[in-house]
């Protein structure tokens, strides 16, 4: 069974930090790039990180030197590090396949809140 299962998100203060995390099953994302999506209010999702199998990753300019994403494989998940939160970060993060599945499933997502 295919399942992602994000956990970890919050409301917090402009500057503030928190880490997210999303548990997969299934042995697609074991063997595959994976990433983090946002979607904020009112645009589209959009993809703010990736790693790699290897581990080697990217980001959206606006995140880089902020957050950190990072996979544990023995425990089958991926984690997101979010330090000097700002408001234009919040929304609903979600994990997945670096490039994800026509008609594949996604979790329900996490909400982040940034706010004073």
């Known amino acids: 069974q295919v399942q992602l299962v994000e956990s970890g998100g919050g409301l917090v203060q402009p500057g503030e930090s928190l880490r997210i995390s999303c548990v997969t099953s299934?042995?697609?994302?074991?063997?595959?790039?994976m990433a983090w999506f946002r979607q904020s209010p009112g645009k589209q999702r959009e993809i703010i990180a990736g790693?790699?199998?290897?581990?080697?990753?990217n980001y959206k300019d606006s995140v880089k030197g902020r957050f950190t994403i990072s996979r544990d494989k023995a425990k089958n998940t991926v984690f997101l590090q979010m330090n000097n939160l700002k408001s234009e970060d919040t929304g609903v993060y979600y994990c997945?396949?670096?490039?994800?599945?026509?008609?594949?499933?996604w979790g329900q997502g996490t909400q982040v809140t940034v706010s004073s």
């Open positions: 299934g042995r697609i994302f074991s063997e595959s790039a």
């Open positions: 997945n396949l670096m490039v994800p599945l026509e008609g594949g499933s």
């Open positions: 790693i790699t199998t290897r581990g080697a990753t």
